[in-house]
């Protein structure tokens, strides 16, 4: 009798393949501040004096006394540099030839690269504006809160209070820089517990729908968005057992940026893309495709490459908590609503 192997020879479905590739959705890196075209690698951009603007220097005038005047200050020192980050994967002639349906080789590389430069984008960017030590307001998750300085784990139901936490720290801002903020970015599980939190879920208990949505969330903390940090990563090394995780965490960012970048627009952050390069996007990005015939006839190299600089320009504008839940998973969750 033949065996099943002489009768039949495996072949890939040309219907189906199986391939993890992240979503564009999942990164937040170009949501959160506006985005600045620069023609210039490098330059200059000018900043009011915040304490200028705010102080109340207008007089009673005297019949024919001059008026009460004065002056405001800028400076001129703040600066950014675009760095260029590429990634490349090479495209052989015996991939093409060899390749089976559905497998693209070209389109396969091409999406590889981009995946590579928006996460490491997206790295770049918690490495900038999602951590400590950068924002005015500074806060910690803890056990339990302390005025300034650390709030209840979102996650321990019966002792926080993240509608109050959110909006401390927006009336705070407010009062040192005459904006509220209307962004909230959070990860992933932080958007989780917040979903399931019963002060929330009395909130909503009424609405059309009673389901936690970011819309809706976004309205309880009275700001214009909600941005949930979705993007995953592999923290091991090629050839280790995969060791995946979300690439920003377990933490909270609060801040005010306006709708586009424009002149005298304050915001907490801006991002600054190269546009300058021959083919480059919005977003200072481009996909170049060139030969490299020494590594074989029909070798092509997909490249992309993107250039930026990220910067933090007004830290007033900013409030972030690190380990906004637990990061051991301790907080108590009993509270039940009623």
Not at 22 to 34: E, H, L, W
Request: glycine share 6%; proline share 4%.
């Amino acid at each position: 009798m033949p065996n099943r192997s002489d009768i039949h020879i495996d072949k890939a479905l040309t219907n189906l393949s199986v391939k993890y590739f992240q979503d564009a959705s999942n990164f937040i890196a170009d949501k959160v501040f506006p985005v600045v075209p620069v023609a210039k690698q490098s330059d200059r951009y000018f900043m009011y004096k915040k304490e200028d603007w705010f102080r109340d220097d207008a007089r009673l005038r005297a019949m024919g006394a001059e008026s009460a005047g004065g002056d405001y200050d800028i400076d001129n020192t703040p600066t950014y540099f675009c760095q260029k980050y590429a990634f490349h994967k090479d495209v052989f002639e015996e991939d093409r030839v060899n390749a089976d349906s559905p497998l693209t080789p070209d389109q396969d590389a091409t999406e590889f690269v981009v995946d590579k430069i928006l996460l490491n984008r997206e790295n770049n960017w918690a490495n900038t504006y999602f951590k400590s030590g950068v924002w005015a307001q500074d806060m910690a998750g803890a056990a339990s809160s302390s005025a300034g300085t650390s709030i209840t784990f979102w996650d321990d139901y019966d002792h926080s209070d993240p509608i109050s936490d959110i909006a401390n720290m927006a009336t705070a801002m407010a009062e040192v820089t005459g904006k509220r903020p209307n962004t909230l970015t959070i990860g992933r599980r932080v958007y989780d517990v917040l979903r399931q939190h019963p002060d929330i879920l009395d909130r909503i208990k009424f609405t059309q729908r009673g389901v936690v949505t970011s819309e809706l969330l976004a309205s309880l903390f009275d700001v214009d968005k909600i941005l949930v940090a979705n993007a995953i990563q592999n923290t091991a090394g090629k050839g280790k057992k995969a060791n995946m995780e979300f690439t920003l965490g377990n933490n909270m960012l609060l801040t005010y940026a306006p709708p586009a970048a424009g002149l005298k627009k304050a915001s907490a952050g801006y991002i600054f893309s190269w546009t300058g390069l021959m083919g480059s996007n919005a977003m200072g990005g481009r996909i170049n495709r060139f030969a490299l015939p020494q590594l074989g006839i029909g070798t092509e190299r997909i490249e992309c490459e993107v250039a930026y600089d990220m910067k933090v320009v007004a830290a007033d504008m900013g409030a972030f908590v690190s380990n906004a839940i637990d990061p051991n998973g301790a907080a108590a969750k009993s509270k039940v609503v009623q």
